[in-house]
């Protein structure tokens, strides 16, 4: 199986050259993602057919468009720079107690301790793999679909923030600002009573103060990328994991930087994923991407909340996708 990936990898690195169509090559692209899940998450058959079926409908998921995608830097690269290697971010601690690889525990810190946590988040962006470039052109219903097929769900916004800020607080959201009102003024008033209540004790899942050269986010926006479409906008992101220093105090990386994230911002308590809801309620995307340390688009601190951009219910299937967006999945623990 080894030999088989090595010969794919060979493939990727010269399909473009020999004439293999950037559809083929992405296809094959995935492929080997495929089987790098399989290997790192011990992923079984049917869970498997469940992910190709997903990228299957999509025709645009993967690691970017290898026909103009140009990453900063490689996936040995990254290997490279991190003290002993990708394996050194692995955890018997964090693995026995969310029964995964590549999943931290989430928890307050300053009342709790890691093995009293309910709820678990991925390490990494999607494909949650030390090293390896993240998933985009992903809908936010897609990323539920991924999440589901691998028994996890997405995040709900204030797990993400809590991974971010370091402590993972009580669920706070004013579902009483949401009542009678449309989709979009239930967001922005439940934003605007959350940003106030967190403005002042803002931070970053690196310190407490915004810092250039800290996250994956010195990348360049390809030449040709204007309106965003996936012709002419190349995912020119990081291998996930290449900024150690990168992390968040719970151990979770590029929070910041790299892709941008989708997850769930319930607007009414039986729309909440960490309480066993698959209805799931509007699209919220976190953090920063990889170009934000020369154009910072908007906020990115922890806890902040975005405006409703290109605002859906998360399982519509017009629910937005883009070059620079992604996802990581939580758990719940029994």
Known sequence: MIR????????????????VSAQSQLQLNNEILFEQLRQVHRLSARELDALRAIFAQSG??????????????????????????KNGYLSARNERICGERYMVPLYDPRTQRPQDATSCID???????????????????????????LGKRLCDAHEWEGACAGALEPADYRFDLARGVSASAAVSRMRSAHNAQYEQSRSWSYGPTYQ??????????????????????????????????????LGVFDLNGNAAEHMNLPLTPDQM??????????????????????????????????????????????SHENYHLGFRCCSTLD
């Open 123 to 149: 390490q990494f962006e999607f494909p949650n793999i030390p090293c390896t470039y993240p998933v985009v052109w992903t809908k936010a219903s897609e990323a539920a679909q991924v999440c589901a097929s």
């Open 212 to 249: 250039r050269g800290i996250c994956a986010a010195a990348s360049q926006k390809s030449a040709t990328c204007g309106g965003g479409g996936y012709n002419s906008c190349g995912s020119n992101t990081y291998p996930t994991g290449s900024f150690p220093d990168c992390q968040s105090a």
């Open 60 to 85: 645009y998921m993967g690691q970017g468009n290898p026909a103009i995608s140009r990453h900063p830097i490689s996936p040995e690269q990254c290997e490279s720079g991190i003290p002993g290697g």
């Open 273 to 318: 994923t960490s309480a066993g809801s698959t209805t799931l309620g509007v699209t919220e995307m976190k953090g920063s991407w990889f170009i934000f340390d020369t154009y910072r688009a908007h906020p990115d601190w922890c806890r902040w909340r975005a405006p409703f951009w290109h605002g859906t219910r998360v399982l519509s299937t017009s």
């Open 4 to 19: 088989i990936l090595i010969v794919a990898i060979l493939v990727v690195a010269t399909g473009l050259a020999t004439g």
